[in-house]
C-alpha cells in the first residue's frame, strides 16, 4: 500500500477553525474539492453570503474566501453528502468544558466528536481518512476508531489521524499560510503511516516539509493540550510577577523585556494583561488537570490548576484596583468598557476577562457603558445574561449601555477602562475624551496599551497593569 493521493476533503464544523483552516487548504490546493459542513444554518448561509459578511471576523480571511468559493471550496448543510463524497475528513466540531455530568467543570464535552463520528460511520459507504482537528483529550481517536470500526461495511476501512490546529484567532490566516508546525499523530502501522503521508501531501502543498512533524496518535493528543497549557502558564507567570511590580514600583514592561532577552525565555507571550481569555486556554487546561486526576497524579493537576486560578485572581485583582482607586466604591458611578472581544482582530468573546470585570463592576451597581468595534451586540447581552445567572436581563440592561464608538463610550464617565488591546484605542483623541468626562477623569489600562505619560499631562488619572506608580 501507498499514501492515497487526497483529493476531496469534507470538514465537519464551519467554525473559528474549520473555516478558516479549510479556506486556506482550497486556497493553497486548487486540484483538491473542499467542503465545510455545519449543522448550524446561519452559519453557512453566512459563509455562503453574496457580499461575504463572513460569520467570524479574522484579518485576511474574506480575501481567501472570495478566491476559493466556488472554485473549489464549498460551504453546506449536507453533511451525509460530504462525508460520502470525501477521501479525507476533518472533525472539526467544538469540544467545551462539560457543565454536568462525571467530570463537569474540568473534562471536556465530547458529544459533539462523537456525533459526528457516528455520521461519518452511518453514511460512509468507501474508506476514509478521518482526522481529529478538534482539542480533545489523549486517547479520544481509540474511542472515535472503536465506533467507526464498529460499523464500517465490508470494503470500507477507516484511518485515523490527529491533526490539531495551532493557530491563534486575529493572526488565523498568516498562521496558517506560514505554520510554526503542523503535527500529524498517526497509529505507527503501515496503514496509520500511509494515512499521515497522504495528509502530509495536502500540507506540503505549502508547508516546508521540514515543519511538517509526525508523531504518534496519543503524543499529537497531548501535545496540543500541552502547547496550550504552556503558553497559558506563561502568562499567568508574567501576570504574577505584575502583582508584585505594582506592589514594589517595578514595571512589568521592563521585567519581562530583560527576563526574555535570555534568548532560553525568548520574547513572545510576556505580556501582562488583565488576564487571559479565549475559548481554549481554561479549556484545555481544565482538560489537562482532569486528566492527571484520572491517571492519579494528583500534585500534577494542582499545578497545572493554578495556572488558571493565577488567571482568576489577576481578573478580581484587577476590578478590586478600580474600586479601590474610585475612593472604594463604584456604586452609582458612570464606567466606559473599551473592548470586549478576548484579545484585539477578534469579534470572538467567548472567556474574555472584560465579561468578568463587567460583571464585577454590575455587582458593585455601577453603570457601564461598552464599545467593541467588532462584537455584536446580541452576542454582549448573550455573555452578561449567563454571567449574571440570577439577575433578568432587563435590569442589566438599565445598568449596561452599548454603543458605536469609543468616544461616544467615554462621554462623561467617571473612568476608562481598557479590556482589550484595540489598536484603535491607543489611538483615540485623548484631549477631546478628557474634555467630556467628569473629573477626576480617571483610566485603567489593563492591557498597557496607551502611552500613560501623556494621558497624565492631559489631566487623567491613570493605572496601568503591572506598574506600581502612584495615579
Ligand atoms: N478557536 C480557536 O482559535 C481554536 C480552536 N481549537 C479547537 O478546535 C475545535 C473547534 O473550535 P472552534 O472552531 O473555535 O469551535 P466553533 O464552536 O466555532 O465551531 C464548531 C462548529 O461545529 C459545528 N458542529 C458541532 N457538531 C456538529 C456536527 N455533528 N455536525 C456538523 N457540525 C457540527 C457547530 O455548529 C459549530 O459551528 C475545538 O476543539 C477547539 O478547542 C483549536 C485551535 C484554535
Ligand atoms: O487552541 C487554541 O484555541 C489556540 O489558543 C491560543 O490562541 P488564541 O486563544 O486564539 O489567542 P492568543 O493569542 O493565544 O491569546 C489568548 C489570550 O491570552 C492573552 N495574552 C496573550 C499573550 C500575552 O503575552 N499576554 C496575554 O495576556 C490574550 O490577550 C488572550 O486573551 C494559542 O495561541 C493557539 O496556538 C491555539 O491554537
Redesign the pocket.
Known amino acids: 500500500m501507498s499514501p492515497v493521493k487526497v483529493t476531496k476533503i469534507c470538514c465537519?464544523?464551519?467554525?473559528?477553525?474549520?473555516?478558516p483552516t479549510c479556506a486556506v487548504i482550497a486556497l493553497k490546493c486548487p486540484h483538491i474539492t473542499v467542503t465545510i459542513?455545519?449543522?448550524?444554518q446561519a452559519?453557512i448561509d453566512a459563509w455562503n453570503s453574496a457580499d461575504f459578511a463572513l460569520?467570524?471576523y479574522e484579518p485576511g480571511l474574506v480575501e481567501v474566501v472570495k478566491q476559493a468559493r466556488g472554485r473549489n471550496l464549498f460551504f453546506s448543510?449536507d453533511?451525509d453528502k460530504g462525508i460520502k463524497e470525501a477521501d479525507l475528513i476533518f472533525v472539526?466540531?467544538?469540544?467545551?468544558t462539560k457543565k454536568s455530568g462525571v467530570g463537569a467543570g474540568f473534562a471536556?464535552d465530547l458529544?459533539?466528536?462523537e456525533?459526528?463520528t457516528r455520521?461519518i460511520a452511518a453514511v460512509a459507504h468507501s474508506s476514509k481518512i478521518v482526522v481529529e482537528?478538534?482539542?480533545?483529550p489523549c486517547r479520544t481517536a481509540e474511542s472515535m476508531r472503536t465506533i467507526l470500526e464498529a460499523n464500517s461495511r465490508p470494503g470500507c476501512r477507516f484511518d485515523i489521524l490527529s491533526n490539531?490546529?495551532?493557530?491563534?484567532?486575529g493572526t488565523?490566516i498568516s498562521d496558517l499560510f506560514s505554520p510554526d508546525r503542523v503535527l500529524i499523530g498517526s497509529l505507527q502501522t503501515q496503514e496509520g503511516k500511509d494515512a499521515c503521508g497522504s495528509l502530509s501531501d495536502v500540507y506540503a502543498n505549502w508547508v516546508p516539509k521540514e515543519r511538517i512533524l509526525t508523531v504518534g496518535l496519543w503524543s499529537s493528543e497531548l501535545s496540543?493540550l500541552a502547547a496550550?497549557a504552556m503558553l497559558a502558564q506563561r502568562i499567568s507567570s508574567v501576570n504574577a510577577l505584575s502583582a508584585i511590580c505594582e506592589a514594589t514600583g517595578a514595571n512589568i514592561d521592563e521585567v519581562a523585556h530583560a527576563v526574555g532577552f535570555d534568548s532560553r525565555i525568548g520574547p513572545k507571550f510576556l505580556r501582562a494583561s488583565v488576564g487571559f481569555g479565549?475559548?481554549?486556554f481554561q479549556?484545555?487546561i481544565l482538560n489537562l488537570v482532569y486528566l492527571s486526576e484520572s491517571l492519579h497524579l494528583p500534585q500534577v493537576a494542582a499545578y497545572w490548576r493554578q495556572v488558571v486560578e493565577m488567571n482568576e485572581y489577576q481578573k478580581s485583582r484587577f476590578s478590586k484596583t478600580v474600586v479601590d482607586t474610585l475612593f472604594n466604591t463604584i456604586t452609582g458611578k458612570q464606567i466606559a468598557v473599551l473592548g470586549f472581544a478576548f484579545k484585539a482582530d477578534t469579534g470572538?468573546t467567548?472567556e474574555s476577562p472584560a465579561i468578568s470585570l463587567v460583571r464585577d463592576f454590575l455587582s458593585e451597581r455601577a453603570y457601564v457603558t461598552i464599545y467593541d468595534p467588532q462584537v455584536e451586540e446580541t452576542q454582549i447581552w448573550l455573555d452578561l445574561a449567563e454571567a449574571c445567572p440570577t439577575v433578568p436581563l432587563e435590569l442589566i440592561k438599565k445598568q449596561v449601555t452599548i454603543v458605536k464608538s469609543a468616544i461616544e463610550a467615554c462621554k462623561n464617565k467617571e473612568a476608562i477602562v481598557i479590556a482589550t488591546e484595540w489598536k484603535e484605542f491607543r489611538e483615540i483623541d485623548w484631549h477631546t475624551v478628557y474634555t467630556h468626562m467628569n473629573k477626576p477623569a480617571f483610566v485603567f489600562d489593563g492591557r498597557m496599551l496607551v502611552d500613560a505619560d501623556a494621558l497624565r499631562q492631559i489631566g487623567f488619572k491613570v493605572k496601568v497593569i503591572g506598574r506600581g506608580e502612584r495615579v
Request: hydrophobic content about 35%.
Open positions: 465537519i464544523g464551519a467554525g473559528y477553525v474549520g473555516g459542513v455545519d449543522l448550524n452559519r460569520p467570524i448543510t453533511v472539526s466540531v467544538n469540544t467545551p471536556a458529544n459533539y466528536v456525533l459526528a455520521r482537528k478538534s482539542t480533545v490539531p490546529e495551532f493557530l491563534a484567532e488565523a496540543k496550550n479565549g475559548s481554549c479549556k484545555d470572538d467567548r
